[in-house]
Every structure is written in structure tokens, then in C-alpha cells.
């Protein structure tokens, strides 16, 4: 239904000579518009984070039709692509699993780029990658988003076959396979603190002081008091 207002669904049984049972399914879906500004919402978002956690050079983030079946453009930044998020909940046909593989999508290409910006040894390895993107999931508190995502690429794995072969992208969407080896590691409460060395030099020095007043789960506090005392040394 492309316009707002009241729509009437009318059953003609004028001619009928006996009573007959309807049922009627209804299901709603995001307009082409609406998904394109909600992949937006997430991005945007996700961005902010971003900003308020690391130091890091930053680099342009967006939605845009890219022409051709890409899950992102191929070119500096991160620009997702509308015929990704068109496919991905015509597939899915669920608002919410479509998010949460999109928030996946979203977090393993911003880890790609920061593994890669900040020089990490395995930078090019697809598993460091996801392992990465579900240390920033879980520090940012989504991994209710990132299970999500996990358990429905393991429990239907034929949902994403043509996708697969669409895309042509070993990287999006999550393959069931790749799923299984998420879903392992978030059970691992220790993750996001393996990744505190990489992660605490590019920390704001505001969140580091904010952590070591008030610790999470995952910080490691001698990692932050080190890196502050490191930083307050350069500022004499």
C-alpha cells in the first residue's frame, strides 16, 4: 500500500447460495524509501559511536544506489548499498532479522576498515574480521543484533542461497557457516577483553577515563591506567 489513509478489503460472495469462511493474512513491510532510511538510521548511528569511543582518521559512511548487486561500494569509505538492503529484507521478509543482519554487515565492514587503518597483523583474515566486528557488537551492546543474525543464517541457510549467488560476496551476508563460528565466540564472555591491547591505544581519552573510574566487564584496567599515564607524559 503505497498511500497512507483507510484501506478496505471487500469479499463478494453475492452469488454464493452458502456461508463461506475467510481468512485473511495481512503482513507489513517497509517501503524501498523507508528500508533505505532505516539502513541510514543504523549507519548514522553507528557512526556517533563510533566517534564518542576511538580515535581514528575518519572515513565517509552512507547509503547509496550503487547499480550494481553489491552488498558495498567498491570505493574508500563505507557507502552500503540499496540493492543490498532491497534483497536482504525481500529474502528475509522480517523487519527485525533484516536489521539485525544488516547491523552484522555494518559492524563487519567498519571492523575491516579499522583492522585496516590500524595496521593489525591479520587485518585480511575474513574470521579476525568477524571476531573483531562481534568484540564491537558486544563492547556497543548488540549482541542481541549479532545472535540474531548468527542464529537465523544456522537455522536457514537456503533463505540466503540466491542472495549468495547474487552478491557474489563471501563476506555479506553472513553464510551459515561463518554464523556457527559467531555463535561460538559470543559465548566466550572474554572476547571483547582479548581485543582490549589492540584496542585501548585508539580509545578517547574521555572513555578511558570514564573506564577507569567505572569498569566494565570487558575493561582491562592496567591497559587504561597505562595508556592515560602514556598520555598525560606527551601532554607535560
Known sequence: VAEKGDHYILFDNRRGT???????????????KDRTQAAGAILSEFEKQLHRLFVFDPFPMGVKQCGVPRAFADEPGVFLCNEYVYHLY??????????????????????RQLLEDWNHPEAGKGERIDEFALA???MLNQKRRALGAADSAVKNPS???????????ERHPLSAQRAKKVLNCAKDSTLPKKWQAFLVPHMQTALLKSLKKKPTSWTDLSLVEKELASRDKKAI
Do not use: N, P
Not at 18 to 29: C, G, K
Not at 159 to 169: E, G, H, V
Open 18 to 32: 452458502e456461508s463461506r469462511a475467510v481468512t485473511v493474512t495481512l503482513q507489513a513491510a517497509l517501503g524501498e
Open 90 to 111: 525481500e529474502a528475509l521478509r522480517d523487519q527485525e532479522k533484516a536489521k539485525d543482519f544488516l547491523s552484522f554487515s555494518i559492524f563487519h565492514e567498519v571492523a
Open 136 to 138: 564491537l557488537m558486544l
Open 159 to 169: 533463505a540466503f542461497t540466491a542472495m549468495t549467488k547474487l552478491f557474489q560476496d
